[in-house]
Nanobody
Framework: HVQLVESGGGSALAGGSVRLSCAAS??????YSWFRQAPGQEREGVAA???????SYADSVKGRFTISKDNAKNTLYLQMNSLKPEDTAMYYC?????????????????WGQGTQVTVS
């Protein structure tokens, strides 16, 4: 049974930092990613990492966010620095194998429940 459980969301001031975690269990996938969805907007890919450690980032977060994975703990992280109000959204982790477009939500069929990040 695959489970992805996010944690670490909350409120932050603009310019501040938040670190999200996603504990994965039940299977080891090739690619893990973070997506976000703000009210009234489509879900967008934020960052992804594959089993070789290759990363992908949305232009809007490059240089501010860093994705990483602790394979021993099977936990995915998203370090979010220099936060902006427009980063406010529900953040989801996702996992998949055979992913070609790592920031495309259609590539994934395993999702966490989400964690809210609010920047003011």
């Amino acid at each position: 049974h695959v489970q992805l459980v996010e944690s670490g969301g909350g409120s932050a001031l603009a310019g501040g930092s938040v670190r999200l975690s996603c504990a994965a269990s039940g299977y080891t996938f090739n690619t893990y990613s973070w997506f976000r969805q703000a009210p009234g907007q489509e879900r967008e890919g934020v960052a992804a990492i594959d089993s070789d450690g290759r990363t992908s980032y949305a232009d809007s977060v490059k240089g501010r966010f860093t994705i990483s994975k602790d394979n021993a703990k099977n936990t995915l992280y998203l370090q979010m620095n220099s936060l902006k109000p427009e980063d406010t959204a529900m953040y989801y982790c996702a996992a998949g194998s055979g992913v070609i477009l790592p920031l495309d939500s259609n590539e994934y069929n395993h999702w966490g429940q989400g964690t809210q990040v609010t920047v003011s």
